[in-house]
């Protein structure tokens, strides 16, 4: 190759530079334009220069800020915080970055309209939007804001893979607060500031957080995930006998302002309440209206989930902040009575899937110690009030109701002649209600319609009709035979006409009766089946438990087919293997198969003749 090929080929070589989309990248092309000796164009060399040397500046530039910014953290200008999707103090932080209208500057919102997954609305578009959606901003790029003369920055995490049983796999979320101050108290003032707005803002709600067995590794706080918002209740709209309500929530209000008593006779700082008696008494109803009165957040948590076992139950109520209600319903759920322990001890069970009842139920996966520990913990003992439902009292176990766990047990009854003429009250406001002789019906057509009659009330006399009805309606309904939910689903058939309500009571009250009997029986010859049943398998399994040795039956508990047995043969101790000895036919007696059982559940080895 001559001089002049060679040159060439470094020319096309260099002129690639220009034209290959890959020498377009800035550095390429002017280095090459440096290095082509070829290249007679100066001012190419000249503004590629200047490009390399801006570009160097650039980048000593961003060098120095980032020190800048590390010597910054180093002495620390700044304090981070970091907050945890599913964590109380990450509600107040949104509601008072929602507050500040830092929105306005984001471009990325997480939208819901999952009820129990919302939190605070962004107030965008036409109001009846915002009821029905939640727009929370994401902030995926760092925010700056000025609060009280600091300057604060905000950023959430690009939100992470998690698992939980209910939900499967999801998404959470968390977000980091800067403040560009070395104040340390700084950031718990705002903390406070934000929790008091929460506490503002939440105030006409009930806050229900539910756990969640989501949560990364390592991070347990983020298990009360889920949350819903309930309207408070006003208490006089839960009717039950006389002073209960007022003695709960009075007792309730003493021990939350009695912390330092308590700390200062050494007895730990919690309380715990069971509500029991039948279904729809207004157990729940009570607990709802306490958290509102006192502004509680409940934590409730159902001991039948089957993610929920004692690990999970001792991290969650650790995770409950200071003056909570920790709630459990149905506690009495969570652990079988004896007569369906028995049941389950005949039903195989089988790898990792939860062990049910006869009736299908799931058996929960705490056990009763686990329970008590978590009561009496020192998880439990940081103002949280404990509160408890139950329809069967009497299936918990005494341990769980000693005074430190259950300091009181408060029991709800079927509704009262004057539960039920106060009910009728309420259910009837003066103000809402139109009696049906206030209106009249128009004498044409087959569709009567009812206008105003001239016999229009003012509110008074309308209230004093009322409560006439509520007197005669209480008068029909029998003592203690009803609950008021069920009192109150019959008035829901006539929410516009108390005097049909009325004049129908009677015969709901009949109705209602005939149909509980025929369940009642239903229940009993499903139940009477059911012992016949069991009855028939325990005749055969005894059958098969019999051993006859010589002249004399002797009856083992039921052993492993090779194990050694001590038997009396004839009044003499002799042993034996049952895997030797052939299951015998014997045809034993009632009174014998009393024996036997009594002998099985005392597991002994006794001596049973056969003549
Ligand atoms: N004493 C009451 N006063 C007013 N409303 C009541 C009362 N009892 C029940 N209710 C109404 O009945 C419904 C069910 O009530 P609630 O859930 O409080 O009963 P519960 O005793 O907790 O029942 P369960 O034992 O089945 O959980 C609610 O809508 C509630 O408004």
């Excluded at 369940?519 to 069991?534: N, P």
Aim: include cysteine; charge should be negative.
């Amino acid at each position: 190759m001559n001089q002049d090929e060679s040159a060439a080929g470094v020319d096309s070589w260099f002129n690639l530079a220009g034209t290959n989309p890959f020498s377009r990248i800035l550095g390429f092309t002017v280095l090459a334009s440096f290095l082509n000796p070829t290249n007679r164009d100066t001012s190419y060399i000249a503004s590629g220069g200047w490009m390399l040397i801006l570009g160097t500046l650039l980048e000593v530039g961003r060098r120095f800020c980032q020190w800048l910014y590390e010597r910054f953290d180093i002495f620390q200008y700044s304090l981070t915080a970091s907050f945890d999707e599913g964590d109380p103090a990450y509600e107040w932080i949104i509601l008072f970055l929602t507050d500040k209208k830092l929105w306005k500057r984001s471009r990325f919102f997480h939208v819901t309209a999952r009820t129990s997954a919302r939190k605070w609305g962004v107030k965008t578009g036409p109001p009846r939007m915002a009821e029905h959606v939640d727009c929370v901003p994401t902030y995926e790029a760092p925010q700056l804001f000025q609060w009280k003369g600091y300057w604060a920055e905000i950023k959430r995490d690009a939100p992470s893979l998690m698992f939980s049983e209910e939900k499967g796999s999801h998404w959470s979320r968390k977000i980091f607060l800067t403040i560009y101050s070395k104040d340390v108290n700084a950031l718990s003032a705002l903390l406070e500031d934000a929790r008091q707005l929460y506490l503002e803002v939440s105030q006409p709600n009930v806050i229900i957080r539910t756990a969640d067995k989501g949560g990364r590794m390592g991070y347990d706080e983020s298990m009360w995930l889920e949350s819903k918002a309930k309207p408070r209740r006003a208490l006089s709209s839960i009717i039950l006998q006389e002073g209960v309500m007022q003695s709960i929530l009075e007792d309730a209000r003493e021990f939350i302002d009695s912390e330092e008593w308590y700390t200062l006779a050494g007895i730990p700082y919690r309380r715990g309440y069971l509500l029991h008696g039948p279904p729809g008494t207004g157990k729940s109803s009570t607990i709802y209206g306490i958290a509102g009165e006192l502004g509680l957040e409940i934590y409730s948590l159902s001991l039948a989930s089957q993610y929920v076992d004692d690990s999970f139950l001792q991290r969650s109520v650790s995770a409950i902040p200071k003056q909570a209600i920790f709630l459990i319903e149905d506690i009495d759920c969570a652990f079988p009575s004896r007569e369906e322990l028995n049941e389950m001890d005949e039903m195989p069970h089988y790898g990792p899937f939860p062990r049910k009842t006869k009736s299908g139920r799931p058996m929960s996966q705490v056990t009763l110690s686990g329970l008590l520990n978590v009561l009496d913990g020192v998880g439990s003992d940081e103002g949280k009030i404990f509160f408890a439902t139950t329809n069967y009292v009497e299936n918990l176990d005494p341990a769980l109701l000693r005074p430190g766990r259950i300091d009181r047990k408060i029991q709800y009854y079927l509704a009262t002649k004057t539960q039920a003429e106060a009910l009728f009250i309420k259910f009837y406001p003066a103000s809402l209600t139109t009696l049906s002789s206030e209106l009249s019906a128009s004498p044409s057509g087959p569709n009567v319609v009812l206008e105003k009659s001239p016999m229009v009330m003012n509110i008074s006399e309308r209230q004093a009709a009322l409560v006439e009805l509520a007197k005669e309606f209480a008068s029909h309904v029998p003592e203690h035979e009803f609950s008021t939910a069920e009192l109150q689903g019959y008035l829901l058939m006539w929410k516009k006409s108390p005097e049909s309500a009325v004049s129908g009571v009677s015969e709901w009250v009949e109705v209602e009766r005939k149909e509980r009997k025929e369940r009642l029986e239903r229940e009993e010859e499903r139940k009477q089946q059911l012992k016949e049943k069991r009855e028939a398998q325990e005749a055969e399994r005894l059958q098969g438990s019999l051993t006859r040795i010589g002249g004399t039956v002797v009856i083992a508990p039921p052993v492993a087919d090779d194990a050694s047995v001590s038997t009396v043969v004839n009044g003499e101790h002799a042993t034996g293997n049952t895997a030797n000895a052939s299951p015998a036919s014997t045809e034993a007696s009632t009174a014998t198969e009393q024996t036997i059982s009594a002998a099985r559940d005392s597991s002994t080895t006794l001596q049973v003749s056969a003549s």
